[in-house]
C-alpha cells in the first residue's frame, strides 16, 4: 500500500472519537512506523508506543486503544505477526475497544482477533476497499 499513513490515523479518529489522550502501539520496522508518528503526535496522543516485533504486545495492550501493524513482508513471511492467542491475552479484563489496523501487503493479524469482542480489526482487504471508495468519492 501507498503512504495511506494519514487515511489511517483520519479513520482511527473517528472510529474512537478523537485520539487526544489516547495511546497507541506501532509494530514494525522504523521506516514503516515513521510516517504515522508526527501525525499521531499532532493528534495530541498520550503515548505512542512502538516496537519493532510483536513480542511484547500482550503486555502493552492495555495501555493502548489503537494498534497499527505495519511489518515488512521479510518478517511477514518469518511467520512474526499477531496471534489471535496473544491479543486476547493481552485484552483479559479490557473495557475500552481496541482499534488495530494490519497495514501489511498481506495479513499480518490473524483474523480470528477480529472475533474478539473488545477489538475491530481492520484487515488488508477492508483498508483496500475503503481506501479505494474513499478515492471514488474525491474523484466524482
Known sequence: M???????????????????????????????????????????????????????????????????????????????????ASIAKGCEGRHSPLLIFDLAASSSVEELVGLLPPVCLYTPDDLRQILSRRREMKAS
Open 2 to 84: 501507498h503512504d495511506i499513513a494519514p487515511e489511517v490515523v483520519s479513520i482511527a479518529e473517528a472510529c474512537l472519537g478523537g485520539l487526544q489522550g489516547r495511546s497507541a502501539l506501532l509494530i514494525g520496522p522504523k521506516e514503516r512506523r515513521c510516517p504515522f508518528i508526527a501525525l499521531l503526535q499532532r493528534s495530541r496522543m498520550k503515548s505512542i508506543y512502538q516496537e519493532d516485533t510483536p513480542v511484547r504486545v500482550p503486555l502493552l495492550l492495555p495501555q493502548v486503544e489503537l494498534v497499527i501493524s505495519t511489518p515488512s513482508m521479510a518478517e511477514r513471511e518469518a511467520d512474526n505477526w499477531l496471534s489471535a
